[in-house]
């Protein structure tokens, strides 16, 4: 009751005054107040106040760093998202320059693969050319070699015949002559027979049963002796006889010696070359001979045992002369 009489008195105090002091009076009112009613209540309001205030304070930075958390991240999002279409923009203008320049390397690429063709099928025109020319030279090459070859082998067979044909006519000759000879020594024998004065064989020859014979010094191929004997007035020796036979073999002595034999005309036919019919008179073969060896043997020698054996006409040899004895020679 007292409190409300004080109230009272309070409201009628302040109805009482002015209104500027009643503000006056209103501010002081709770001070005087409080402090009349509750001692603890003076020192309570300021730390709710800093607490009120802290705690603002608080969720103001709070919500001052969310929104600067967000502005940001959305300022970022707004970069990002106004930097993409710049790059996009400039990959783009990138690409466009490379497939540019890719379409002006391709251009280039067409013209060099054009003109490489163009170069290739020249050259191939100019080898075709070529081997075509190159075929034209190398078969004339060839006719001109066959044709050279067929002269060569048609002059060949030429020199081979009159070869053979001279061979045969100097055989011929030479058997001809060697008969002659023969048979004119043979009438001057008969003439002076009986001269007291004559004697059968001329120096450096040897008489064997009416014929002289000489005995080389040398050794020659048997044309060479055939011809040596010719220009001595005789011919290389004709063994008729198993006598004259044995007369050879004793005086060669062991050499080898051309006789008057061959088949220089017809391989196989032995000749001699006194013209003496080769089958009228006895053959005195080594053995296994003649054998024509090579298809190169037309003359005939006897060996170191005095035994006939078909050789080359080229081989080198010593030889034996004859001729008929002169009865009446004189030396
Ligand atoms: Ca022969
Ligand atoms: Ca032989």
């Given amino acids: 009751m007292e409190l409300k009489n004080d109230d009272q008195n309070f409201e009628e105090f302040h109805l009482d005054q002015p209104r500027g002091d009643r503000k006056k009076q209103e501010n002081l009112k709770p001070e005087h107040s409080v402090q009349a009613a509750d001692p603890m209540r003076g020192k309570c309001p300021p730390l709710v106040f800093y607490i009120l205030l802290g705690v603002s304070i608080l969720l103001s930075v709070v919500v001052l760093g969310t929104a600067v958390i967000l502005f940001t991240g959305v300022s970022e999002k707004t970069s990002l998202s106004l930097a993409e279409p710049r790059t996009n923009i400039s990959q783009l203008e990138d690409i466009t320059q490379m497939l540019s320049k890719m379409k002006m390397s391709d251009t280039d690429l067409k013209m060099e693969i054009s003109q490489l063709k163009s170069t290739d099928s020249e050259l191939f025109s100019e080898m075709k050319t070529s081997g075509v020319d190159f075929k034209m030279e190398l078969s004339q090459m060839k006719q001109n070699v066959s044709e050279l070859f067929s002269e060569m082998k048609t002059a060949d067979d030429d020199f081979k015949m009159e070869f053979t044909q001279l061979k045969r006519k100097f055989t011929e000759w030479s058997a001809k002559l060697a008969a ?120 005939v020698e006897a060996r170191f045992d005095g035994k006939w054996n078909d050789a080359p006409c080229t081989f080198d040899f010593r030889w034996i002369c004859e001729r008929p004895s002169f009865p009446c020679v004189t030396n």
């Avoid at 014979?213 to 020796?237: G, M, V």
């Avoid at 036979?245 to 088949?263: E, H, P, S, V």
Wanted: glycine share 6%; net charge negative.
């Fill in 180 to 299: 002659i000879e023969n048979k004119f020594q043979q009438q001057i024998s008969d003439l002076q027979q009986n001269d007291p004065r004559c004697t059968p064989c001329a120096t450096g020859w040897r008489y064997f049963e009416g014929k002289c014979y000489q005995f080389s010094e040398s050794s020659k191929n048997w044309h060479e002796a055939n011809l040596d004997c010719f220009s001595k007035q005789s011919y290389l020796i004709v063994i008729r006889t198993n006598q004259q036979q044995n007369f050879m073999k004793a005086t060669i002595m062991g050499q080898r010696c051309w006789i008057g034999l061959n088949d220089l005309t017809v391989e196989g036919q032995w000749n001699w070359v006194d013209g003496t019919d080769s089958k009228a008179t006895k053959m005195f073969w080594a053995s296994g001979e003649p054998n024509n060896e090579r298809n190169n043997e037309h003359c």
